[in-house]
Every structure is written in C-alpha cells, then in structure tokens.
C-alpha cells in the first residue's frame, strides 16, 4: 500500500528556519514526482515545490529563494528546507506523489495531477 508521511513540522520565530521530511513507502519513488502543498485556515490548498522523478525543480514564486527541494530515492525520502520564513507561511503542509506519466522532467504544482497524499504536518511561523 502506497503511503506518505510528513515529518519535521513545528513552531518557529519569523525569520527562522525548518526541514520537512516526507517518507514514502510501499512504492518506487524514483518514478514518481513528488510535490510539496500547503492550507492555511480559511484558504485552498496550494503548490508550493516539486521536484521530478529526475530532479527537475518547481516552486511557487512566494517561496522562491527560501525553499529548496530535495530527494533522497535511496531512502525513499523527499526534503524541504524552509529558510527565512515568514507569519504567511504558517499552513498545514502536506507532500504528495504523482507517477511520472509526461515523462522524468514532469514537476507539476496543480493539485489534480497528484493521486497520493500525506496526511500533513502543521507548520507555525510566530513571535
């Protein structure tokens, strides 16, 4: 059974920093693009990273320069390092996996191309 679990979350001060873990199992990673995606109260989920079966990176413009995106397929693992972070990036931030169907460059950040989801981890970015 294919499953995704978050890890890392927590509270930080403004200006901060964190290193979200996502760890996969019950499938192959290195063929699947995993994304990264986030809800704060009161809003939709949005994209925030991917990152390709192939390393291929994509962020979303509020996080760019901040976050990085990393994997780790030998320990079916995908990373986020989250710099400089702000009140606004206070969500719920979930990870999630899409088989490589358009081929090993593929990063999507829209919801609908992802078929598996973690079921998140709390992020709180406060003073």
């Known amino acids: 059974q294919l499953q995704l679990v978050e890890s890392g979350g927590g509270l930080v001060q403004p200006g901060g920093s964190l290193r979200l873990s996502c760890a996969a199992s019950g499938f192959t990673l290195g063929y699947y693009a995993i994304g990264w995606f986030r809800q704060a109260p009161g809003k939709e989920r949005e994209g925030v990273s991917c990152i390709s079966s192939a390393g291929s990176r994509n962020y979303a413009d509020s996080v760019k320069g901040r976050f990085t995106i990393s994997r780790d397929n030998a320990k079916n693992t995908v990373y986020l390092q989250m710099n400089s972070l702000k009140p606004e990036d206070t969500a719920i931030y979930y990870c999630?996996?899409?088989?490589?169907?358009?081929?090993?460059?593929?990063?999507?950040?829209?919801?609908?191309?992802?078929?598996?989801w973690g079921q998140g981890t709390q992020v709180t970015v406060s003073s």
């Open positions: 999630a996996a899409t088989f490589s169907r358009h081929g090993p460059l593929w990063s999507p950040l829209r919801l609908d191309d992802y078929e598996h």
